[in-house]
């Protein structure tokens, strides 16, 4: 596995319009890596987790890229609506993942649609590809959406809240899937989640975030006692 650094905070505080919601980050987060942000809902993690995407800055410290150079994120929000007004079709969704890959009202090239076929596939939805977004249950969704995130081709994968309101059945599928790209593709995962039976028991690091509290441990291990002590609720961990 690559152990270059492809993100690393230093210093960092976060939070909204100056309201320090979190202070005195410190982690680096390495290529190939599966990390998961831990910690119960209204903690924090979404706003550190949009802080490292970008979408909002830090308060104060710093946070760098590998070599300089701002990854390639693939993102899967925590809620898509997409309006039912228009009829996208599982494919069109996925091929937006690509239009940062062209120029502005340039054709969609055969490379691109190639690709989203490809990610189509690696997500078990090619034979659904016609059908439109709006009539897919909720885990035929997060799959369409996963797959729209893989064709960014992203050098980072970040996923928040993965599972949320989908039945169980779908959610076990949802992550066995994520488990089957993450080596299939030796991506970088980053994923937020606020139900600790959703989190693998092989990842690579734990990001756990708790009373304005950040924690950063190098496997579930290190973290479980303090988890079990704490948490309000239990789940049996996904092997």
Not at 2 to 26: E, F, K, P
Not at 79 to 91: K, W
Request: charged fraction near 20%.
């Amino acid at each position: 596995m690559n152990t270059d650094h492809c993100i690393a905070l230093r210093d960092v505080s976060v939070g909204y319009h100056g309201r320090q919601i979190l202070a005195d980050i410190n982690f680096s987060l390495k290529t190939g890596e599966f990390t998961v942000m831990f910690g119960p809902n209204g903690c924090g993690k979404t706003t550190l987790f949009k802080t490292i995407l970008g979408i909002i800055p830090p308060i104060q410290g710093t946070i760098t890229y590998g070599n300089a150079h701002y990854p390639g994120f693939g993102y899967v929000p925590q809620r898509q609506i997409l309006d039912e007004i228009y009829p996208f079709t599982a494919e069109e969704v996925v091929l937006m993942g690509t239009f940062g890959q062209v120029k502005p009202f340039c054709p969609t090239t055969k490379t691109n649609r190639a690709w989203v076929e490809q990610c189509l596939k690696d997500v078990g939805m090619f034979e659904l590809k016609k059908h439109l977004f709006s009539e897919l249950s909720g885990g035929q969704k997060q799959r369409i959406l996963i797959a729209r995130a893989l064709a960014t081709k992203p050098g980072i994968l970040l996923l928040d809240e993965p599972i949320t309101g989908v039945d169980i059945m779908a959610q076990r599928m949802i992550m066995e899937l994520i488990s089957l790209l993450y080596k299939k593709h030796a991506l970088t995962i980053v994923m937020v989640t606020h139900e600790i039976h959703s989190i693998p028991k092989w990842i690579d690091k734990l990001i756990w975030i708790n009373n304005n509290k950040v924690l950063i441990g190098d496997s579930l291990e290190i973290l479980a006692p303090l988890i079990a002590e704490e948490a309000s609720f239990q789940g049996t961990l996904w092997h």
